[in-house]
């Protein structure tokens, strides 16, 4: 009786460990779903390319990456206080156009929600 008691203990930590593990997401995972954005976007450095550099975005007001055109839109965004974190990236990865109406971003979003929990995981690593 003392052992089964001891099992149930042990498959509940197990479970809330990997429950946990999976809304961290996976960084190795989220480098292959940027790779979609990579054709706009760079987050290992502080570059711009058609996108703004993703260098840093987390705690970044919107529409303020220095030396980006960004729409108007994207700057109003900002103004109105918008910042980047965990839920709007994740709103607007998963709808661009929705989020901030009016953004040049022409990229549909990502529908699936494990990709996008993978790529804030990625993304996080450049932004320590």
Not at 26 to 33: N, R, W
Not at 56 to 74: E, I, L
Request: proline content about 2%; aromatic content about 8%.
């Amino acid at each position: 009786m003392r052992y089964r008691g001891l099992a149930v203990l042990i498959s509940l930590l197990c479970l809330s460990t990997s429950a946990a593990i999976a809304q961290e997401g996976d960084a190795a995972a989220g480098e292959t779903v940027f790779k979609k954005c990579a054709i706009c976007h760079i987050a290992d450095s502080d570059k711009n390319k058609v996108g703004p550099s993703l260098n840093h975005v987390f705690g970044r007001t919107a529409g303020t990456h220095p030396n980006f055109a960004y729409s108007s839109a994207m700057k109003a965004a900002g103004t109105a206080g918008l910042v980047w974190d965990d839920a709007t990236l994740r709103d607007y990865l998963h709808d661009p156009k929705l989020k901030v109406k009016g953004t040049k971003m022409v990229f549909v979003g990502l529908k699936d929600d494990g990709e996008i929990t993978n790529l804030i995981a990625y993304l996080k690593q450049f932004s320590k």
